[in-house]
């Protein structure tokens, strides 16, 4: 599995650079971009865009399986790491595009994207999953079944706890911190089943040990949840630089 995690705020800060980052996502992520009303949903959009191109190729590099990529500049283009997952320099990070990658993409029933395999080039068992909160994108991308959700800039919201939190879940809550790494697993959890958020809210996050490994993470005030179909131990590691 390859995961990062990438700061979009260069565009929201310069339409010239966007401009020149839409023009290096494909034609269906430059659509799904411009259908956005507010210029940071845009932003985001694009940079997820990006993003996924990056992780893809440097998942494929890893792999064995793309020997012909270029990884000029991921080194310089990784600001530092939280954990084991890579924070990307946007502006040194679009110098590693290559649009050869930008794969299109389907959606299952409740909206988990797939790439097409009707396209030649694409390796239709690699999955991958996107997250956008804020200033940052998310992105996981594996050969198993993946799912990773990224949430800052939000306040407990007790409601919801409430609402979708297992009794179990709610009791272990000590602190916000404990509540949004449950918030971000359940999401996380929807999106590697397919489900979808809402539908996935019932599982309990601490009971995911025999299928998936997990991860837990805080960054500055953002917290990424990050799950892989995988048979290992529910080992959810909290990291605050």
């Known amino acids: 599995m390859y995961a990062a995690l990438m700061d979009v705020t260069p565009l929201f800060e310069d339409k010239e650079l966007y401009e020149k980052s839409c023009l290096m ?45 270029s990884t000029r500049g991921w ?32 959606f299952h029933e409740h909206g988990k994207p797939y790439f097409d395999e009707s396209d030649n080039t ?37 409601g919801i706890a409430r609402k979708y939190f297992t009794h179990n879940e709610r009791n272990s809550i000590r602190s916000d911190d404990d509540f949004f790494k449950i918030w971000t697993l359940k999401e996380a959890y929807g999106k590697i089943t397919g489900k979808g958020v809402y539908r996935g809210m019932k ?15 805080r960054y500055e005030n953002y917290y990424i949840g990050l799950l ?5 131990e529910l080992e959810i590691t909290e990291v605050s630089p």
């Open 122 to 158: 694409v390796d239709s068992d690699i999955r991958f999953s996107l997250s956008h909160s804020g200033k940052y994108v998310a992105c996981a991308v594996s050969d198993h079944n993946v799912g990773i959700d990224v949430e800052g800039d939000r306040k407990v919201n007790a």
């Open 203 to 217: 599982q309990d996050v601490y009971e995911l040990g025999d299928m998936y490994e997990a991860i837990s993470i």
């Open 228 to 232: 892989e179909d995988k048979a290992m």
């Open 25 to 69: 996502v494909s034609e269906q992520r430059r659509k799904k971009a411009h259908k956005y009303s507010i210029y940071k949903d845009k932003c985001r959009s694009v940079g997820a865009g990006i993003l996924l191109n990056l992780c893809l190729g440097e998942y494929l590099v890893k792999s064995g399986q793309n020997e012909g990529y």
């Open 75 to 106: 080194k310089d283009a990784i600001d530092y790491y939280v954990g084991k997952i890579p924070i990307l320099n946007m502006k040194k990070a679009l110098n590693c595009v290559d649009e050869s990658l930008n794969w299109n993409m389907k």
